[in-house]
Nanobody, 119 residues
Framework: VQLQASGGGLAQAGGSLRLSCAAS????????MGWFRQAPGKEREFVAT????????YYADSVKGRFTISRDNAKNTVYLQMNSLKPEDTAVYYC?????????????WGQGTLVTVSS
């Protein structure tokens, strides 16, 4: 079971990045997928989640209106389009998959991808 995240990097404030997370090794049919992040010295926090069908999405208030989560089930991949980036978005971003909508029961985790936003 693997969740492989990619797409992190350095961006300027106001810029954009797109994260991807590809699942392999098993099927996540029926699973919600999403993203958490952990900034230096802080706890991991929820960012966004999307249902298996893609019909339901939820966002943290801090990213609402700036980030968009989507998924392509044919590719077993979830995406996070991050626009209007702010320095406070700097963190390691982790993708996760779980049967629960908010990824908080028994999630499978991917490795993190670092996003750095400069002011």
């Amino acid at each position: 079971v693997q969740l492989q995240a990619s797409g992190g990097g350095l961006a300027q404030a106001g810029g954009s990045l797109r994260l991807s997370c590809a699942a392999s090794g098993r099927t996540f049919r029926g699973y919600a997928m999403g993203w958490f992040r952990q900034a230096p010295g802080k706890e991991r926090e929820f960012v966004a989640t999307i249902s298996w069908s893609g019909g339901s999405t939820y966002y943290a208030d801090s990213v609402k209106g700036r980030f968009t989560i989507s998924r392509d089930n044919a590719k077993n991949t979830v995406y996070l389009q991050m626009n209007s980036l702010k320095p406070e978005d700097t963190a390691v971003y982790y993708c996760a998959a779980d049967k629960s909508a908010f990824l908080n029961v028994a999630p499978s985790w991917g490795q993190g991808t670092l996003v750095t936003v400069s002011s």
